[in-house]
């Protein structure tokens, strides 16, 4: 069966020229673009994976959007995990249905998207974010996308720990992960899925350090270039300019009672 | 609750100097490597991210697999899908609990590892292989980390048409995916996600002149590159070689009745 | 001796937020910027490599400009041969003091600099570019890095053949290099060096087809990244974003008489 | 006029599958391979770019080395400049005709060479080394290629400073360049070149803070990746393994009297 749009479903339009609409349906309202209106009740009750056109005859596709068009999307105030890596941190870390996750800072919720997809259902994802402004973002992303009860969302410094215990797998996308290892090792499993992303390679240093330090185990570094291409046959090759850096992936494993 | 390493659980050994053993555990079996014996029954209903010694007196970590893991251990007679790549297409098409999703071909099984845990609970992965041989070798690698049930093998040249409609999305690895393009849109949903990975750029530039032909939208190549680093956090720098090249990534989009 | 900047030279002005100008010292005139301006009769005849006011009280640093900085700086209409590139070609296809070397098309010239550096002294650059308004632009940034004696410019079209026999080394970058294999093998020495840049996966197959076809031998393709990093001692990290193509170098050589 | 292999030139003998052979000319010595054996008699006088058979029948093609070959042939005890870094560096560095130019540590020569041909003609290369096995070797390199006249090799502690002054620019690839900077700021001419290579993050990050205490302008750090790619036209896609990590570069300018 076809999926069929509803109201309140968030969709993709795709114009013919590629540009990317991400719309909430609402009975009566109308999107508007420099290539036309379309009314949201032609799309509501519709089938998706259709061609509509605008009232200036432009032709759009109306698509289910991907979990990675919906972390694409999502509002951004801060610098985000990119698919590149939350879709490699999902099997690095084991994020599986029914996993119990913390993750800080929420940020604007685009990792928390990633994994709170992964741990559905059954699972939760525990996210502390500090700053009240972060937080209310991160809420808005999630509702949008529907995955609001995945989630808990904790306004706290970490510095002061995790109510949680045992949990499966634990990220940090902070300033100093290096300072909250202990933290993160009270939280986690013995044996449980410890992650994190930093800027820069002083940061990774730093937590290195830490991370030998407090005898985390399994520790890799690495970083995840994507490279796009364009997509002409007769003319295949990559894009002129690409991001050339989000951040280093650290991953490792805290053992019991050493 | 720690994790408790049950018989007929695979689980992960990981020597001091970081070497990676994956065993499944059976009473009365012994682990055996160069830093000595560890018999599985000092592992069997222990808890997991414990230390354990081996009669030469050497120290190894006893840890829950990652998906990761599981994929990077898959016994393989084939260039397998890297979880660089299987997370970004966990994302990109949308690979979550329930989804329906057909691959092919099987190879090894690696990605079919990946669909499988992304599925879960829920859904159900399709996977078609002409070869007898490289299905064995999958049916037997999925049983391993226990998604087996998941995960529906078939013996088939794919030319015959995929015996399901209206799947959510689909993945070729085969030799030419362009061919193919025809049964791939009469068994995927209007607007689903269709994927594949292809080596050479030739494959790549057929494939794209294939999807233009056929309409498909939302056309995007790229390639996934990952860099790994050295763990010493007085000298951080990537390692001496890497893998330089796995495959292209094609995403698109079929559209209903154009 | 430090080196003095005479009128007439071109000279790099840095200002301290590392904004670079090229300009070129005349008597009597004025450069101007945001951040005031500095009379050029202030740098003529003065040592390089110093610190200099404008009259607002901003700082700049007038330096000798670096081959890399005339080929970043020429004026440009065309994609051109960046250093990353072109320093490679010259060690590859070893252009040094005393070689002779054909070049098609000129474009901007950024390659023709770098190769005119090459071969100085006693070497020649012969130059060949089909557009007279691209010739022109070439002959302007020539004269302005004074090179333009070690090149020989030609307007033609390189289907016709090449003047020069016997040459050292011969540089492709036009569009569609495969059509010219057979001229360039009688340009070149036997066991010449033949080189060629193409931004596209198509063009470069066609090359390798070519270069097969004619029996050249010690064939190369391959392509170079630059990724630069932010400077910040404590923040050492790639800079966001950075050039992902420029295009696949080819290099091959030429047997006689099989 | 093709060039003619004398004895005692080094040339270059590549099988028909692509195995390379670096050999020095002698007048009744013979080339010993599995492919089987080849007179150097048979190739002295004789006219480079040909084909040879050796006895057993196998194809083999007499080449002039280029700058690339010489360097990657050059025998090492030591990490080197590859030339992917080393003809940045010419370019970068204004390494041309005429130039004089300090190294430190000279290591196996493999960046000499490619300073020693950049200044050639009527420059001079200054190059420093601690260990005098490293200089025996790098010694015997230049001699190979025939550019030993335009080193001048010392074995020396660049603590104490370094014998030149004006120089217009210097290369450190020693261990801690940080702590050379003074030496170096007093060599260089005022608004010189400086370069160094350092393969760690923490390296890099050490010599930003020096380049930044001692008042150097102009910093820039960048690394520089080769993606080789196999070359047959119907499959054109790059290698399956690349190298991953050299060094970084870094480069700056010191400005006088500051």
Do not use: W
């Amino acid at each position: 069966m076809a999926d069929l749009a509803k109201a309140g479903d968030t969709i993709l339009l795709l114009s013919q020229d590629g540009k990317r609409f991400m719309i909430r349906l609402e009975v009566g309202k109308e999107f508007h673009s420099h290539r036309g209106k379309i009314s949201h009740d032609a799309l509501i009750d519709q089938p998706l994976g259709h061609r509509v056109i605008s009232h200036l005859g432009h032709s759009f596709f109306a698509l289910k959007p991907s979990a990675h068009d919906l972390i694409m999307h999502a509002r951004r105030r801060t610098q985000i995990v990119y698919p590149k890596e939350s879709g490699y941190i999902l099997l690095k870390m084991n994020i599986v249905s029914g996993a119990r996750v913390i993750e800080a800072g929420t940020g604007s919720g685009a990792l928390t998207i990633a994994l709170a997809l992964g741990v559905s259902p059954g699972g939760r994802v525990y996210s502390y974010e500090e700053r009240a402004d972060m937080q209310a973002l991160a809420d808005r992303n999630l509702l949008q996308v529907r995955l609001r009860e995945v989630v808990e969302l904790k306004q706290r410094d970490i510095a002061q720990g995790f109510d949680e215990t045992e949990v499966d797998a634990l990220f940090l996308d902070v300033r100093e992960p290096h300072q909250y290892l202990e933290q993160a090792r009270r939280a986690l499993k013995a044996g449980g899925f410890f992650g994190a992303v930093v800027p820069t390679t002083n940061q990774a240093a730093a937590l290195l350090a830490g991370l030998e330090r407090e005898a985390f185990v399994d520790v890799e570094v690495c970083e995840i270039l994507l490279r796009p291409y364009k997509t002409v046959p007769q003319r295949l090759r990559p894009v002129d300019r690409m991001v050339a850096h989000t951040g280093y992936l650290l991953f490792a494993r805290p053992i019991a009672g050493d």
